[in-house]
């Protein structure tokens, strides 16, 4: 009986996630992140990399989210700022000191001083 639920749970997670898939959330979102590192100047996947260990849900819902209100790609990197941050000060503790890192870590903290102040003035 348990294994009869079980599969039918996986099946209706699994059908679920294949509709949010060819909806184009998460596709879209992986697009939508490429042109956020485009625009912080960090490759592709140094940008996926920092989101997806400062985010604490799905990285790339949060980007397809932040396509769907409208912003344009520098208000969405505000926005990703304290996550940003977070996912730098995650990979350096996980890989130690990396010239990738402390190269981005002057344009986040630029980010979330922004963030910051719109935090102040909201």
């Known amino acids: 009986m348990f294994s009869y639920i079980a599969v039918a749970l996986l ?47 799905p990285s790339l819902q949060v980007l397809a989210i932040l396509e769907t209100g409208n912003l344009s790609v520098h208000q969405a990197s505000v926005e990703l700022g304290p996550s940003l941050r977070r996912g730098l000060t995650q990979l350096e503790s996980k890989f130690g000191p990396q010239e990738m890192i402390e190269n981005a870590k002057p344009v986040v903290m630029d980010l979330v001083r922004e963030w910051e102040e719109l935090q102040k003035n909201s």
């Open 11 to 57: 099946s209706v997670w699994i059908a679920f996630m294949i509709l949010i898939w060819t909806k184009g959330g998460l596709r879209k979102g992986r697009k939508f992140g490429n042109k956020i590192a485009k625009h912080l100047g960090f490759t592709n996947n140094f940008f996926h990399s920092v989101l997806d260990n400062g985010t604490s849900g």
